[in-house]
């Protein structure tokens, strides 16, 4: 059943040697001097905020993956659906060989218009309704099951099981988590240890043929050797499973979390490294030949490639010194909900004038009833003018997809700057018709 070496004389993989230097911050100085003048023309067409996302940027990270694990047998990424849930952006992707990874019935629908079919699709929900299982079988995407009680509860809501069928493998106390996601042992996604195998078995016993196993522990991590350590426990999950139940892993889904350096001086994750360290548990595991390996990377294709472009429209002065822009929270949470860092370049004049060469300390703000409503704490700046438009970097993922509605504030548009240079909408501002277009409102 398995290729792995023998334990006679098998010798455990060292991990490669990090770089003595690391490489620079990845919003590159003069990939941003190249989008810049560009940002500054979608500033003066369109009304701010709004999201920028550059494809050349994205083709460019969806390859550098792609060739860093050329040597893994059958190699695709699946793109979160959830970082960027944009059909351009999908259709983009797809054309760079990328399925996509989706987590409810919506996020489905999107990979459909976006021209992926059938198995381009991984549908990894949790908690899921039996309405977006039967949406997932009906599109046949490949179902990750994040429960053991889910099989039978698919069994008995949506008919007979799928003949490819995954479950997702929480490793608990074996492997530490990080701050974005937490501590497996308090995650509430996935099987355990001892449960996998009974559930393996069920869907053998079901009627499923082909098999994935799937992990997903960290997010936005930097560390090329949490990807190696966690691809070493997962593998050696595959073997025990495969041997206790009887068959053989089609795919192993090693699930996403490749981090951007949001910070300068952030060292950047270096994909050749990472993919090597993987390599080398792969062929400890499985030798020449095993199964095929998958990720779902998200933040990794575009995070580093968008900005959310906004024009400072009040500068204000109590206890400290506030910067209040035209964007709030609901276009991007990140900094108010984890504290997250996003560097910010102050872009050209506005209305109010140059910005001067002096430098203040700002904290740049909403307009939300949530003290949380920051985009940047104490951060230090060329002295701002009312109209001049600031870009807040990195925000291709987890940006506009994280938004809401809270305090009546419309959601931003998105706009793609294509690779030869024009500005094309790719979703529009909500306007107030959308707000009360879900609502029964009587007329005064």
């Excluded at 098998?10 to 560009?38: C, I, N, Q, S, T």
């Excluded at 509605?405 to 107030?432: H, M, P, Q, S, W």
């Amino acid at each position: 059943m398995s290729n792995r070496q023998s334990p006679e004389n098998a010798v455990a993989p060292e991990f490669l040697p990090k770089d003595e230097e690391p490489p620079e911050y990845a919003e590159y100085a003069d990939d941003f001097d190249r989008k810049r003048e560009a940002i500054e023309r979608a500033a003066e067409r369109f009304e701010t905020p709004f999201h920028l996302y550059d494809e050349r940027g994205i083709r460019h990270t969806a390859r550098e993956l792609r060739e860093a694990f050329a040597w893994a047998p059958g190699y695709r990424n699946f793109f979160a659906v959830k970082a960027l849930p944009n059909p351009r952006i999908l259709d983009i992707l797809r054309e760079e060989g990328m399925g996509a990874d989706a987590s409810s019935g919506p996020e489905i629908e999107l990979a459909l218009r976006a021209g992926l079919r059938g198995e381009d699709v991984m549908f990894t929900s949790n908690n899921t309704p039996a309405e977006e299982f039967r949406r997932a079988r009906d599109a046949g995407a490949v179902i990750n099951f994040d429960d053991a009680s889910f099989i039978e509860y698919y069994q008995e809501h949506v008919g007979e099981l799928p003949e490819l069928a995954c479950l997702r493998f929480n490793p608990g106390d074996a492997k530490g988590g990080n701050r974005i996601i937490g501590e497996p042992v308090e995650a509430k996604y996935g099987l355990t240890t001892i449960q996998l195998p009974g559930a393996y078995a069920q869907l053998r016993d079901g009627g499923v043929e082909r098999f994935g196993l799937h992990a997903m522990v960290a997010s936005n991590e930097l560390d090329p050797e949490y990807f190696a350590e966690t691809a070493r426990i997962v593998f050696e999950q595959a073997h025990r499973v495969q041997d206790e139940v009887g068959i053989e892993f089609e795919f192993i889904n090693l699930g996403g979390g490749f981090g951007i350096p949001y910070e300068p001086g952030q060292r950047r994750l270096d994909l050749g490294e990472t993919a090597a360290m993987i390599e080398t548990q792969y062929r400890f595991a499985f030798g020449d030949s095993g199964p095929r390996i998958v990720t779902e990377m998200g933040r990794l294709p575009t995070g580093p490639h968008g900005v959310l472009v906004t024009e400072v429209r009040h500068l204000m002065e109590k206890y400290r010194e506030y910067a209040g822009v035209d964007a709030t929270m609901a276009d991007l949470m990140r900094p108010g909900l984890y504290g997250a860092y996003h560097h910010v370049t102050v872009l050209r004049p506005g209305k109010g004038g140059a910005a001067g060469v002096e430098t203040r300390t700002y904290d740049v703000v909403g307009s939300l009833c949530e003290n949380n409503d920051k985009f940047a704490v104490q951060r230090e700046l060329p002295e701002l003018r009312s109209g001049d438009v600031l870009a807040i970097h990195d925000t291709g993922a987890h940006g506009r997809a994280m938004g809401f509605n809270y305090n009546g504030k419309l959601r931003c548009g998105e706009v793609l700057l294509r690779e030869d240079g024009e500005l094309e909408l790719i979703r529009r501002a909500e306007t107030e018709d959308d707000y009360f277009a879900t609502l029964d409102v009587p007329e005064s």
